[in-house]
């Protein structure tokens, strides 16, 4: 392809992706860190309503715009007993969470999580333990939550003050056991029977249950794809969904290629879209699996195997990166690769929701704020519901060490069928000269720009911070102009963009 300094591509609505399922824009608490207890839940703060859940930063999540919740975990649901976060506060034992070499008080549990999610307005995405349990375990924790009354564990959580069933309809079948770290790790012959039987199990139950198996925990596992390929021809009938996990960060100052990290997710996803649809065909079976992205994010891994570990601490300060504009501009460009692949990518939970590799922080007895990965999500979640177009970019590209020759734009966008309004989110990866972009939108009616806003920062390293929390916000974007059925604008370096067209 010749080099050009500029950036084009054609916006059809006859040439489309898919429809965003609303799901895309999940979030992910774990009982890591502080993430529930100082985070989402303490008794005692100014803020905190009856049930010790923090207000301020349920506006938070709810300004964020999450829609599913997955919990509990994580590696922490590998050894986790659902009854220890059931009945009086009082009585909840105390355990060690060997996930984490953390202390596990168990005052927040099942109730106190449907508590919360109904009060953000979001979905409940229940992870199972199948780890150190089984299938038994698995009923009668789908029976306590879920059957109206009537039975042994349905009326003790009538009696532990719950009357209506908690109507969780979407569950992941353990976490990560292709997992060496894992307790309870199997091979995925293991894995797979297991996750089979406790899938037709539930189904017993609820026919209509959603069930998620554990794919592998990021493309470079050395079983990846074998491990896919054996679980699902296991559990191809039983299951909705296979999970991915990703997670990237800068490394060795190699910048070009952190801000590529899409480049891997995209083929992440398009890889087990094939295996899928491979043992589709060997069942001669004319379903399709959808993919659950349930853990992705930007962690920087390598500070945390540094670190010394806790050492059976509560909630001890974890994983609590703090980010740079740099990372949410790669945050805005995951986000537009998992849209870009909104055909069979129908769940996705960034991980974490506060303070554990978060876009929302905390202090305990203090105040809450926005890290800069919060605004490109909650961008897109706003403004990234309905039917994503097809966008094949011409423009020029640039040599990363790790990914190879990578496009310097990566954009989508979702047309609102109901009100003809269109949006197209872009990151230029260039990290220090603007991009030229024209976008043709021969067949879309739309007559004006509403907004173009740009979140970008001249110090790559800025950030928000407890004594600064809005040292980088979003802003007006300048030059946008749309004229003769197109619209022209210049893309600052390094830079996330949202650009709203009606």
């Known amino acids: 392809m010749p080099q050009t300094d500029s950036a084009r591509f054609t916006l059809d609505p006859a040439f489309t992706v898919g429809d965003v399922n609303p799901r895309l824009f999940g979030s992910f608490v774990e009982h890591l860190g502080r993430c529930v207890y100082t985070g989402i839940h303490e008794p005692g703060h100014p803020a905190a309503d009856e049930a010790g859940l923090r207000t301020d930063v349920l506006a938070l999540i709810r300004e964020l715009g999450v829609t599913v919740i997955r919990y509990p975990g994580g590696n922490f649901v590998s050894g986790h007993k659902w009854e220890d976060g059931v009945g009086p506060v009082e009585e909840r034992p105390r355990r060690l969470d060997l996930a984490w070499r953390s202390t596990e008080t168990n005052r927040f549990g099942l109730s106190e999580y449907i508590d919360f999610v109904r009060k953000v307005d979001g979905e409940p995405m229940m992870a199972l333990n199948l780890g150190t349990r089984g299938v038994a375990e698995a009923l009668e924790l789908q029976e306590y939550a879920n059957h109206p009354s009537g039975t042994a564990l349905a009326d003790l959580r009538i009696g532990h003050g719950d009357k209506d069933p908690y109507g969780i309809g979407l569950w992941c079948l353990g976490n990560e056991m292709d997992g060496p770290w894992q307790t309870g790790h199997k091979t995925a012959e293991e894995y797979g029977r297991l996750a089979a039987e406790t899938a037709r199990a539930m189904r017993q139950i609820d026919p209509d249950v959603e069930l998620v198996a554990c794919g592998s925990s990021n493309q470079s596992m050395p079983t990846f794809a074998t491990w896919e390929a054996t679980v699902l021809h296991e559990t191809y009938d039983l299951v909705d969904h296979i999970s991915l996990h990703a997670y990237y960060e800068e490394r060795d100052g190699d910048r070009d290629s952190f801000l590529a990290s899409a480049v891997d997710m995209e083929s992440f996803i398009e890889n087990v879209v094939a295996t899928c649809d491979h043992i589709g065909a060997r069942l001669k079976s004319k379903k399709k699996i959808n993919l659950s992205f349930d853990e992705w994010n930007v962690w920087y891994q390598t500070h945390y195997h540094n670190a010394e570990p806790p050492n059976w601490e509560e909630a001890p300060r974890l994983l609590e990166d703090s980010y740079s504009v740099t990372d949410a501009v790669v945050v805005g460009s995951l986000l537009i690769a ?43 979640s706003a403004h990234g519901r309905g039917r994503v177009l097809r966008v094949e970019v011409d423009g020029p590209t640039y040599e990363t060490p790790v990914y190879g020759e990578v496009p310097l734009l990566h954009a989508t966008a979702v047309l609102d069928e109901s009100t003809g309004a269109v949006t197209v989110f872009a990151v230029n990866r260039d990290q220090h000269r603007p991009l030229p972009l024209e976008i043709a939108l021969p067949a879309l009616p739309v007559t004006r720009v509403v907004e173009h806003t740009v979140l970008a920062d001249a110090d790559p390293e800025a950030r928000n911070t407890l004594t600064d929390p809005e040292r980088v916000t979003p802003r007006p974007g300048a030059g946008t102009e749309l004229a003769d059925g197109a619209l022209r604008t210049t893309l600052e370096p390094m830079s996330w963009n949202v650009i709203r067209l009606v």
């Open 338 to 380: 998992l849209l870009r692949h909104a055909d069979r990518v129908t769940v996705a939970c960034l991980a974490q929701l506060v303070n554990v590799i978060a876009p929302i922080m905390t202090e305990p007895g203090g105040p809450a704020w926005r890290q800069t990965t919060f605004y490109p999500f909650a961008q897109a």
